[in-house]
């Protein structure tokens, strides 16, 4: 009982407490998930559904192997906005602009970010009590974890 109910899941709805990103934005809630298909999108929706009512913005960046629209409809009417981003490093990262264009077919106000920090900077500046989620890709999430000590 103890392994499935204390069981850790790097990258799965993983509260950011430490590091660079967290310092950069000190009163955002920083969440990191590594979801990246409708059932992960709808997992994640279900998530912010049971959280407190607060302003959420996802950090997205995705795979052009994926079904970006499918990921992000779910978690339409849980986000204020989203801020897509390019993975770093990654030669099959959908570009920020495709992302951010499919969160608009999925009814997502959506924006480009050079970064992920960029996209945390500008989150924190205009709503600094914001819940933020960095989301879409395994490898988003490496890159925040390796990144973020």
Known sequence: EAAVTRAEWPARMQRLRHGPLVDAAPQV???????H????GEAVAATLARMPARETHLICGMLNTKDV????RPL?????????????????????????????TAGIDAVTA??????LAGIAATAPQARVLICGSLYLAGTVLRENG
Not at 69 to 72: D, E, K, L
Not at 114 to 119: G, I, M, Q
């Open 29 to 35: 809630e920083l969440w990191l998930d590594g979801g």
């Open 69 to 72: 629209t499918g990921y992000m």
């Open 114 to 119: 050079a970064s992920v920090a960029e996209a």
């Open 76 to 104: 339409a009417p849980h986000v204020t906005r989203l801020h897509a981003v390019s993975i770093p490093g990654e030669k099959n990262t959908l570009p920020a602009e495709a992302t951010c264009d499919a969160a608009r």
């Open 37 to 40: 298909n409708p059932a992960g």
